[in-house]
């Protein structure tokens, strides 16, 4: 019985190593093999997002839209945040980095400006939302000594009075989920399926401020079923195994992180609970949750008789 769970036991661990980002680690003859694939591996492996099955308007008994925040400050959500450092490797890249890299290489497009997916984001607004360049006084002195020179674009300012301010990946606070939980009829349970992600930054102009005076913002919204396959290349750390690394993708479909919700669809115009709940934080938490036992109870109550 032993020989035949150890059988068990070898054959799992070689699946487990095929599906690795660094599958060529034992193989590679120098670093930048690391990760690479043949061709003939590639043609073999099908290494896409599990597709999401159709689902009719008449199997949705129960459909409600929730608006949650991850908070980064949770140790369950680690995966999102860390590493902050990009030394470690292409393989080992926070959420944010993941998301900012491919917008910028055109790879992810369906990118908006609030949740309800209306109005498009162009890269050069999230460029200017990303960063900012500011003069030094002694910057500024230098210009006023010849103004019209610096006008006229004969001389410029040296590059040691000009300070430049960016959004990096250690600045993130969290992300604010879009999802729609369901009743599927057909199947019989209680679903979930994420519809946009935002990363919550301070605003550039107040960064180098306290943190009483920063102001958070979601930069853009991300609709998530277009970026899935980007998401599904980008691995998060798993700490329980590093041979197995988790997707974001998955992840995130899987909800493997804690988040507090914060709105609900509603007939006010889909206020914020501390819109209604102002300065009182324990209420708002309470609220939330009654709201998630709200929709965790239909599915409870379609089984009781």
Do not use: C
């Amino acid at each position: 019985m032993s020989r035949k769970f150890f059988s068990l036991a070898i054959l799992f661990s070689l699946f487990a190593t095929a599906g690795f980002a660094q599958s060529n680690l034992l193989n590679a003859k120098t670093p930048s093999e690391i990760g690479k694939k043949t061709a003939a591996q590639d043609s073999l492996d099908n290494d896409n997002p599990l597709p999401y099955g159709y689902v009719g308007d008449r199997d949705i008994l129960l459909g409600r839209k929730v608006w949650e925040v991850i908070d980064l400050n949770q140790r369950i959500n680690y995966p999102m945040y860390f590493p902050v450092d990009q030394n470690i490797g292409p393989d080992r890249r926070p959420l944010y980095d993941v998301l900012v890299s491919a917008i910028r290489e055109g790879k992810i497009t369906e990118v908006y400006d609030d949740s309800y997916f209306i109005t498009k984001k162009s890269l050069k607004d999230i460029e200017s939302s990303l960063a900012k360049i500011d003069t030094t006084n002694a910057g500024i002195d230098e210009m006023n000594s010849d103004i019209k020179a610096y006008k006229s674009g004969k001389k410029k300012i040296s590059e040691e009075f000009v300070v430049r301010t960016d959004i990096k990946a250690i600045d993130v606070s969290g992300y604010e989920v879009l999802g729609y939980w369901y009743f599927d009829k057909r199947q019989g349970e209680l679903k979930y399926r994420m519809l946009g992600i935002a990363p919550i930054v301070p605003d550039v102009f107040t960064m180098g401020k306290s943190e009483e005076e920063k102001e958070y913002i979601r930069i853009f919204w991300v609709y998530f079923p277009a970026a899935r396959q980007v998401l599904h290349k980008a691995k998060a750390f798993n700490e329980k195994n590093s041979a197995m690394p988790i997707t974001f993708d998955h992840l995130l479909n899987s909800r493997r992180f804690t988040g507090n919700i914060i709105r609900e669809e509603n007939v006010y115009g889909d206020r914020d609970i501390e819109k209604y709940l102002k300065e009182k934080s324990q209420m708002q938490l309470l609220e939330a949750e009654r709201i998630k036992e709200k929709i965790r109870n239909f599915e409870q109550d379609m089984w009781n008789y």
